[in-house]
């Protein structure tokens, strides 16, 4: 695994969980299917995959999708 800039992945990793709960599960979504996304311009497809990581982890805390609240 080739080094990454950390701190690069984690400004996209915010910037992606700032567009909100139902974003963030459309850009797993289109991640999963090997899409691509604004947040994923320039990044190797291994820094796409810990992104990726990232964003399950943290929405892994939530039973449904996006609550309605």
């Known amino acids: 695994m080739s080094p990454f800039d950390r701190y690069r992945l984690e400004a996209r ?10 974003q963030v599960w ?9 899409g691509d ?5 320039g990044l190797s497809a291994e820094e796409c995959r810990w992104l990726l990581r990232e964003l399950k982890q943290i929405m892994a805390v939530y039973t449904d999708r996006c609550s309605t609240v």
């Open 37 to 41: 996304l604004p947040e994923t311009q």
């Open 13 to 22: 990793l915010e910037a992606l969980c700032g567009k909100g709960c139902r």
């Open 26 to 34: 459309q850009s797993i979504d289109v991640l999963e299917q090997g």
